[in-house]
């Protein structure tokens, strides 16, 4: 009776229960990680009902206004990007101190470089850049809101609800070992027949169904969303990057979806999709999981590079050097990484002339890639550049990014490959285009167009600090890891026996250190911005000179984005309106606006979809097949029930936008001189008319 | 929500009479909808790409003991002939007039002769499945197994789901009348419909007479 | 880098190589580095150039608010990348197809068969009728063919001061040619995650003379140890070779595990097993609940059906 209601759940499940009975460093550790959740979670309800938030908070869950969405990715991802950091730092002290054997077990430290990885692709990068790129792209292109406002909700709730799975597995039972790759047979169920990489693979194909939903309704956003006037190849570089994405979101998560079925499919039914035995091959699964995962690298950098495109252009105060060329080159990258995903593997066995394919497949994408980085150097060229936070984040990623493009070049040669796969070389690799490439890009991304939403800049000193600290730790961690590659060291490796290794690992474990006080620095940044919130609003919503069309709204953006749809000419609308002096002129005719009343269907689907993969995980039959029924019947409800919309009444809108544009009009900007001080209102005076 | 869309609507936007401007919705729905159906397709070629890289095991039955292309051949005219009536039944939409009640009836009857040929498909696709276990070749037996069954599993679980699907949809109807959201959903539903119809011809194509050929 | 005579005795990586094939690497690496240093060096060296010369406090280049495009630049931008690729892409396709592990690197290697198991590799000479655990002797000079399975999970092979590495997968075989042209000692790895000891999987690779081979080989064949199903089975469990001593009732004993191969066909016979029927928990090397008593080999002579030349 109890097998059936708790399935596989037993009570030394619970980590905490772990810790009493047998306390050593490594359950202690996992159960004051997993006590922090219950405790955080009780402080939260004690903060939500002292300062009576809980009437805010429901109507943030179940709103569908894509800047709210938008900040509800962001949050969760930096709360993800906590636990990445710590668990970062973990893993370089272990190895710090990790000749013949570190403090962590081997089963602990496997567990954190999976969840690490797991961690920081689907549940950091990915949320946040979907945060950006939600809060950004219906504005760049002068929409209201994305093309399906509630399955934006829904995708939302099913990333969540992967995230949930991936957290509860830091209280109950444990995560897998497999690596963030989760190879086969490794993962299969004689060799792991434990919850672990059931809960990896459940996680990341429910996050994995909320991200495709993602990429289709951005993808449709973009196509037939842009406002009048707003013709391709006159989109901000930001919304192109995040078309590009979308489109690569579609078609590389389904990969994902089925190799994460097949071996569910292995796992719980004892199919041999990927078994050692009866016909059963491995293989699959490496090419499906790299058929989705090299195409995931662009689809995480892309939109860095849109940010990095909209820094080198506002931040220089000129246009962006080689529009049409950085719009191809995003093309080429989106459609070449589709076809260089065996590179992941060019030591399992095949011939040398499908290696030399793909190595040269692989080189190509180098092209585009250093076009973009040309372009953006020309773009600086001529300009007047502000070295302000996003400008920091630029260089340092001109620097790193490139190093790591070349590390890059390196690993496509299948010769070389072979000496490098799975060492720390790659780690040093990868880490070295995510960090510079992706990290800079979002923290950027944040900086800019905080303001946009919140109201205020943040405070720009302590961002430049956070920004210089980033690219030290970033250095200090992973450069000896190059090195180290190359002395032949593997990855995941919880100990080493080469005593050479250890003063490489020293500097690499005190650069993770820096590292975790570059993140505290983020939440310092915001902390004391939000306490000078007054001295750092921007009404006038212009903060940084921009050129889009976001910055020609108010801050905080009203819900409604824009009044009156504005109407396109040229690229960098906004700034060509400033130049001209168009901006903030009277608008004769409002509207009035309709717009998607708040649900509770993504909400409804977040618990559903949690319940199914804690019930599946746990071999909770009831409760996987209750959750999945009550999802098809949320959705055939959703049909019947009437679409609720609201409407703003012309004559409000009317009312605060023209109190708006008669202050801007009225006002007097400020220079980009006083860009970061108290001054600036968020109303500038072009930097064509002032700059030297 | 007002939409820029100014040309090149979707041709097959049978939203019948007088419909205002309810084309330019039905352009973002039923667009969105066809990108999701290429999301789809890709996941359905991964199965297909696994499917072709199994050989059948000397060990186990192989297409030759388990294919009954009498029973696949009938589902194929099962599903063929179901998508002629689902395509009768948004010609319908289309030439919808002013008696209301008269094509409404006609709709539904096309809708339910559909879920009617979708089960006679299930139901042969199912004893197939039973047929197959019974010979020792159900999906645990070998890879190949594996990857037959759940390709053409994956299938009939998008066929039960239409099918509940136009359910919903019929039940619709008769509650709310047809109102311009279910012409979307059956919009979206006949593009659902017609893309299992492509997928069943390759499924038959590759994995059945491919397998005997 | 690391000199390796005065760090270290034993050659851990290919930046000090034992054979011609390491060797190559490092000069490839070396020639791919600096090609595409062509390509970096402009961004590092213009990019502080740039930011000086242009910085809004005390800018003295000229401002240019709309300047978006220049042919010439814009062939440079592209050229100069298609250039660089182009010359890597020649270089790694004939590298490619050089260093290709399947091309034997001499006439008649010597053939070795490599079995990984958790957390140990064991290495066969057919003809020689000889098994080590956890070590490698090859004579200098003379080309290794190295036929590998696994008999768990994925694994993965690597001699970084001779050779690169290849994956080790159950019920197929890879192959990896190599050749050392010194004398000496060189560590060889597991570098695919295997779970627990994973960072244990390390074997010793000897190249010796050919005299000091044959006496190798010839002590070997004097083992009181025989490979045989039901050895091999022991030497199956999870645990490094060091541990498989005590099953094995050597723990007194010091140095690898050598011993005479008593099956010659236990490397066909371990391919075979994925073949026959269903694996079980208790089967199945690797698996936590894995009982050398109920895992049987099969008797059958077995050709490699997924054998990896494609």
């Not at chain 1, 989705?292 to 050097?321: C, D, N, Q």
């Not at chain 3, 690779?205 to 064949?221: G, I, L």
Request: with cysteine; aromatic share 12%; glycine share 8%.
């Amino acid at each position: 009776m109890l097998d059936a209601i708790f399935g596989r759940l037993t009570w030394d499940s619970i980590i905490l229960v772990q810790a009493v009975e047998n306390p050593n460093i490594n359950t202690i550790i996992t159960a004051s990680a997993a006590a922090m959740m219950p405790v955080g979670g009780v402080m939260i309800v004690a903060l939500l009902t002292w300062m009576k938030w809980w009437k805010p908070l429901f109507e943030w869950l179940t709103s569908v206004d894509h800047k709210k969405i938008g900040t509800m990715y962001i949050i969760f991802a930096v709360i993800m990007l906590f636990r990445g950091v710590v668990e970062g730092m973990l893993m370089r002290a272990n190895q710090a101190v990790g000749l013949d054997g570190g403090f962590l077990s081997s089963n602990h430290f496997n567990q954190l470089f999976t969840t690490h990885g797991t961690n920081m692709i689907f549940f950091v990068a990915m949320p946040f850049l979907f945060g950006l790129i939600n809060i950004v792209v219906p504005l760049q292109i002068g929409a209201r809101d994305v093309a399906f406002p509630r399955l934006n909700q829904i995708s939302l709730g099913l990333t969540a609800a992967g995230g949930f799975l991936f957290m509860i597995s830091l209280m109950v039972g444990e995560f897998s070992t497999g690596g963030w790759t989760g190879y086969p047979s490794f993962t299969g169920r004689l060799v792991n027949p434990g919850v672990g990489p059931d809960y990896y693979i459940l996680a990341i194909a429910i996050s994995g169904i909320g991200s495709t939903l993602t990429g289709v309704n951005f993808s449709v956003t973009i196509y037939k969303l842009r406002t009048a006037g707003m013709s391709f190849m006159r989109m901000p570089l930001f919304t192109w990057t995040a078309l590009c994405t979308s489109i690569l979101l579609i078609f590389a998560m389904p990969p994902l979806t089925a190799c994460c079925a097949m071996l569910g499919l292995d796992r719980f039914l004892g199919f041999h999709f990927f078994t050692n035995d009866m016909g059963g091959n491995l293989m699959n699964f490496i090419n499906l999981f790299w058929m989705f995962g090299h195409p995931e690298v662009y689809i995480l950098v892309l939109p860095a590079f849109g940010v990095m495109s909209e820094i080198a252009s506002t931040y220089s105060g000129k246009r962006l050097y080689g529009y049409t060329s950085i719009v191809a080159a995003t093309m080429c990258i989106a459609v070449l990484s589709f076809t260089v995903w065996l590179h992941h593997f060019f030591t399992m066995g095949q011939s040398a002339t499908v290696n030399a394919a793909f190595g040269v497949a692989t080189l190509l994408i180098a092209i585009p890639t250093g076009v973009k980085i040309y372009d953006w150097l020309a773009t600086l060229w001529g300009g007047r550049i502000r070295f302000t936070a996003p400008m920091i984040y630029l260089c340092g990623f001109f620097v790193l990014f490139t190093i790591g493009g070349l590390s890059g070049v390196v690993l496509a040669s299948p010769t070389l490959d072979y000496q490098l796969h799975n060492s720390q070389f790659l780690v040093a690799h990868f880490h070295n285009v995510i960090i510079p490439g992706v990290l800079f890009g979002i923290l950027a991304g944040i900086h800019i167009w905080f303001p946009k939403i919140y109201g205020f800049r943040l405070v720009e000193g302590l961002s430049r600090i956070t920004a210089f600290l980033w690219a030290i730790g970033f250095i200090l961690a992973f450069m000896p890891l190059y090195q180290t590659g190359l002395m032949g060291m593997t990855r995941r490796t919880v100990a080493y026996e080469d005593p050479a290794l250890v003063p490489w690992m020293v500097v690499s474990g005190i650069g993770s250190l820096i590292l975790g006080l570059a993140f505290l620095f983020i939440l310092l940044t915001i902390l004391v911005s939000v306490l000078n919130r007054k001295k750092l609003m921007v009404p006038f919503g212009d903060p940084w000179d921009g050129r889009s069309l976001e910055w020609a709204t108010p801050a905080p953006t009203p819900e409604w984005n824009f009044a009156v749809l504005p109407k396109v000419e040229c690229r960098d609308a906004f700034a060509d309106a400033k130049a001209k002096g168009t901006a903030y002129q009277p608008i004769g005719k409002y509207d009035d606006i309709e717009m998607p009343a708040n649900t509770y269907y993504g909400f409804i689907i977040m618990v559903m979809a949690s319940g199914l993969g804690f019930g599946l995980v746990w071999h909770m039959w009831w409760l996987a097949i209750a959750s999945l029924l009550g999802a098809i019947a949320t959705a055939i409800t959703y049909a019947f029930m009437p679409q609720k919309q609201y409407i703003i009444p012309a004559a409000e809108v009317r009312e605060i936008d023209e109190a708006w544009r008669r202050a801007a009009r009225e006002g007097t900007g400020v220079t980009r001189d006083d860009e970061c001080k108290e001054a600036n209102k968020g109303l500038a005076i072009p930097a064509t008319i002032t700059n030297p | 929500m007002s939409f820029s869309i100014r040309k090149s609507l979707y041709p097959g936007l049978n939203l019948g009479e007088g419909h205002g401007d309810d084309h330019l919705e039905a352009e973002t729905s039923v667009f969105g909808f066809w990108v999701f159906m290429m999301s789809d397709l890709v996941t359905f070629g991964m199965f297909f790409a696994v499917f072709a890289t199994t050989v059948p095991l000397a060990c186990c039955p192989g297409p030759k003991e388990l294919f009954n292309l009498g029973s696949v051949a009938l589902q194929t005219a099962f599903l063929l002939a179901s998508s002629l009536t689902s395509g009768m039944a948004i010609l319908t939409l289309k030439q919808q007039h002013a008696s209301r009640s008269a094509s409404t009836k006609k709709l539904i009857f096309w809708l339910l002769l559909t879920v009617l040929l979708g089960c006679g498909f299930l139901y042969r696709e199912i004893s197939d499945f039973i047929a197959m276990a019974a010979a020792g070749g159900p999906p645990t037996r070998s890879g190949y197994l594996s990857a037959l069954w759940s390709l053409v599993g994956l299938h009939g679980l998008h066929v039960t789901g239409g099918l509940v699907w136009c359910l919903v949809i019929v039940a619709g109807i008769l509650v709310r009348g047809v109102d311009l959201r279910w012409k979307l959903t059956l919009l979206r539903w006949a593009v659902f419909w017609h893309f299992l119809d492509v997928v069943w011809i390759a499924i038959f194509s590759f994995v059945f007479l491919g397998g005997l050929l | 880098m690391i000199d390796p005579s005065t760090n270290l005795a034993i050659a851990e990586s290919f930046l000090q190589p034992m054979g011609p094939v390491a060797a190559d690497q490092l000069r490839h690496l070396k020639i791919v580095t600096l090609l595409t240093l062509i390509a970096v060096v402009p961004v590092m060296v213009s990019m502080p150039w740039i930011l000086w010369r242009y910085r809004r406090s005390k800018p003295t280049g000229e401002y240019r608010p709309n300047w978006e495009s220049n042919r010439i630049l814009e062939c440079l931008m592209w050229g100069v990348p298609i250039a660089v690729v182009a010359l890597i892409g020649v270089n790694l396709a004939i590298m490619t197809f050089r260093l290709d592990p399947y091309k034997e690197m001499g006439k008649d290697p010597l053939q070795v068969q490599a079995i990984g198991l958790d957390w140990k590799w064991i290495f066969i000479y057919p003809k020689e009728g000889v098994a080590l655990v956890d070590e490698l002797v090859v004579p200098e000079g003379r080309a290794v063919e190295l036929t590998l399975t696994t008999d768990t999970v994925m694994q993965s092979l690597q001699i970084s001061a001779i050779v690169g590495q290849i994956y080790a997968m159950p019920a197929m075989t890879t192959k990896l040619n190599f050749l050392a042209v010194k004398q000496g000692e060189a560590k060889g790895m597991n570098s695919q995650f295997t779970g627990k000891e994973f960072w244990k999987q390390k074997f010793q690779v000897y190249s010796v003379s050919k005299e000091e081979y044959a006496a190798r080989m010839k002590k070997a064949q004097s083992s009181d140890l025989a490979l045989t199903a039901d050895t091999y089975a022991i030497l199956a469990m999870q645990g490094t070779s060091e541990e498989a001593k005590k099953p094995l009732a050597i723990e007194n004993r010091q140095g690898p595990i050598e011993m005479v191969l008593g099956d010659p066909k236990i490397f066909q016979r371990v391919l075979a097993r994925y073949m026959v029927d269903d694996m079980t928990p208790e089967s199945q090397p690797g698996s936590p609940s894995y009982d050398p008593k109920k895992s049987p080999l099969p008797m059958v002579s077995y050709k490699p059906m997924m054998g990896m030349e494609m």
